[in-house]
């Protein structure tokens, strides 16, 4: 599995694409590499919130790959605190950035590589143009949750 990065503009116009990371764990290591990065760029580019996707069916639903997304903001959540993540609709989002890559000449194979990229931004865009719309944050609030607690002697 795979992660698309994006990030936008200082004034939340306009999305772009930053990385595509994979969603492997270290093993042993508390926080995953995909999460540290994660954590890392919104530090860097100091962002002041962040989007996940949220895989909806096409009625509205939520299935595993929902329940999958809602468990891994919650990671990022952990990971990148105080800033707050948000949970958006990203139905289509993957089909549209397969349409859009295509449109633009990117063959099949090199639509692998970035098509998360492709599907971030256009989460992220569909995200900055409703808060610009309604003045309101978009989408759902993921919460940092809490960690199970160790057992000792287990």
Do not use: F, N, W
Request: proline residues 6%.
């Amino acid at each position: 599995m795979r992660v698309g990065l994006a990030a936008c503009d200082p004034h939340g116009i306009l999305a772009y694409p930053v990385a595509t990371l994979a969603r492997a764990g270290d093993g042993d290591s508390e926080v995953p590499a995909d999460l540290r990065e994660i954590g890392h760029t919104a530090a860097e580019l100091g962002a002041i919130e962040i989007v996940v996707g949220l895989p909806r069916s096409l009625d509205g639903s939520e299935g595993p790959a929902a329940a999958s997304a809602r468990g891994y903001a919650q990671q990022v959540a952990r990971v990148c605190a105080p800033v707050p993540v948000r949970l958006v609709d990203e139905r289509l989002t993957t089909v549209d950035a397969h349409r859009g890559l295509r449109s633009s000449g990117v063959s099949g194979r090199g639509q692998r590589r970035v098509v998360d990229q492709a599907a971030a931004v256009l989460i992220l865009q569909s995200a900055l143009d409703a808060e610009r719309a309604t003045g309101r944050p978009p989408g759902l609030a993921a919460t940092a949750g809490r960690r199970k607690p160790r057992r000792k002697g287990s």
